[in-house]
């Protein structure tokens, strides 16, 4: 007895010997890709670890062990640092492990998200607190923002300066060289919503520091986590893509040390467990979004050198008529009410693109704002076209009747567009419609 004992204690300590550190940069189906020193190797999972949630994610500290020469198992998770969580919209309640063993949260969101829209940044504020890691936002294709439009957003982003860690907004040589000296030598997760530029920041930092020609690059979608590293010890987590961090049981300690504008604004909103940052209908983000609007209406008229006036309604266009003049956001035309054939004017006669600004129409409740972009045309019962639009933003479809003065040949290149690209060839229609003819 004492005999094997002894045996099992000699092969436990060889296995423990046999045991490699390493860290986990990607995980797949019952697999990880795994850093040991600079190698990259594969191991197999124990089958606990794949079905157990957050059981192992990106980021992970580990131990692997030979199986043979080739091949490696993941024997243990070593404890964590850190952990950086959000929530599931589907499942209220549930925790997403998204990294762990990082210094800091990268979050980036688009300057036209930033310019219209709350929430995302707030969230993230919040998730990094509660990890207890740096929170540094970044706000990206700042360069597409007209001149004007950046000196209004300066007084928003003072605010966020204000709670978090560190603020960058564009990608100017000063703003990537501050942010490279701030995560080097550390690990990083990077994240936002799709198409924010999340992939191409990762791949600009990492080019710098190896001080490799950058090189542009069209990333495709990022279905999964993985570790990027690079040199000095620099490695960035890239996730994809999530509009909302979801978080639950926000407590007001939370937002009065991260957002104390929206503790000032908590009592006009109903919902008792409202976290002021993603939910429809809260009258936080609502008021805050009238104050920004109030404050764009007021720098903006005592830059022409008139006397601001008092603040105005939010204006709701479902009884009254819309006589308000505009500047496309999309093609840049000036777009005035006359003209229209009616007293709404909902996108602009040129090239027929709108914004997500109502829920219903004319109420301007959407805090939305993605340019809706003609995708299809329609005929109503009495004989009258509509356009059918969708939003980049969050893909949501509307029909709006068309203008007396809208541009007649895009509306034809729209109509004819499916039967300029048919599913099946056109020399088929004759089989179709006239049979098939025998010689």
């Not at 998770?77 to 998204?98: A, K, M, N």
């Not at 360069?143 to 100017?172: C, H, P, W």
């Not at 204006?315 to 000036?334: H, I, L, M, N, Q």
Request: charged content about 25%; overall charge positive.
């Amino acid at each position: 007895m004492r005999k094997k004992k002894v045996k099992e204690n000699i092969q436990i300590q060889d296995a423990e010997k046999n045991k490699i550190k390493a860290m986990v940069i990607k995980i797949m189906n019952k697999q990880a890709q795994v850093l040991a020193g600079n190698k990259l190797l594969i191991c197999l999972l124990p089958q606990a670890m794949v079905s157990e949630k957050n059981a192992l994610v990106v980021g992970d500290r580990v131990a692997i062990s030979p199986v043979d020469n080739d091949t490696y198992k993941l024997s243990e998770v070593l404890p964590r640092e850190t952990e950086v969580f959000r929530g599931s919209r589907r499942s209220p309640g549930e925790r997403i492990l998204i990294a762990a063993n990082v210094h800091y949260l990268l979050a980036v969101v688009t300057a036209e998200y930033f310019r219209h829209q709350a929430g995302y940044l707030e969230s993230a504020v919040i998730a990094a607190r509660r990890a207890g890691v740096k929170i540094i936002i970044l706000i990206s294709k700042w360069d597409l923002m007209g001149e004007r439009e950046r000196e209004l957003l300066e007084e928003k982003i003072n605010l966020y300066r204000q709670t978090a860690d560190l603020v960058f907004a564009g990608s100017e040589q000063a703003e990537m060289e501050a942010m490279i000296e701030e995560v080097s030598n550390k690990t990083g997760v990077v994240v936002g919503d799709r198409s924010c530029g999340k992939s191409t920041l990762i791949h600009k930092i990492l080019s710098r520091l190896s001080e490799e020609v950058e090189t542009p690059v069209k990333f495709p979608g990022t279905h999964s986590s993985q570790m990027e590293c690079g040199p000095q010890n620099t490695c960035l987590i890239d996730t994809p893509g999530f509009r909302d961090f979801a978080l639950q049981a926000v407590a007001e300690n939370e937002k009065n040390t991260t957002f104390p504008e929206i503790a000032r604004l908590a009592h006009q909103c109903a919902f008792s467990s409202c976290t002021h940052t993603h939910e429809e209908g809260c009258a936080v983000l609502q008021a805050l979004r009238e104050e920004c609007i109030e404050r764009e209406r007021y720098d903006a008229y005592q830059s022409m050198g008139g006397k601001p006036s008092k603040p105005q309604q939010k204006p709701d266009y479902r009884r009254t008529a819309c006589t308000e003049s505009f500047v496309c956001k999309v093609c840049g035309a000036p777009v005035a009410p006359e003209g229209a054939g009616s007293e709404h004017r909902n996108h602009c006669p040129k090239c027929l693109s709108s914004l997500h600004v109502d829920k219903k129409p004319g109420d301007r409740a959407s805090l939305c704002h993605g340019v809706m972009e003609p995708v299809s045309v329609w005929v109503r019962k009495n004989g009258e076209w509509a356009v059918i639009h969708r939003c980049r933003l969050c893909g949501v479809l509307s029909s709006n009747r068309i203008a007396a003065d809208d541009n007649p040949a895009l509306l034809m290149s729209i109509a004819v567009k499916p039967l300029a690209r048919t599913p099946f060839p056109l020399n088929k229609l004759e089989e179709v419609f006239g049979g098939k003819h025998e010689p």
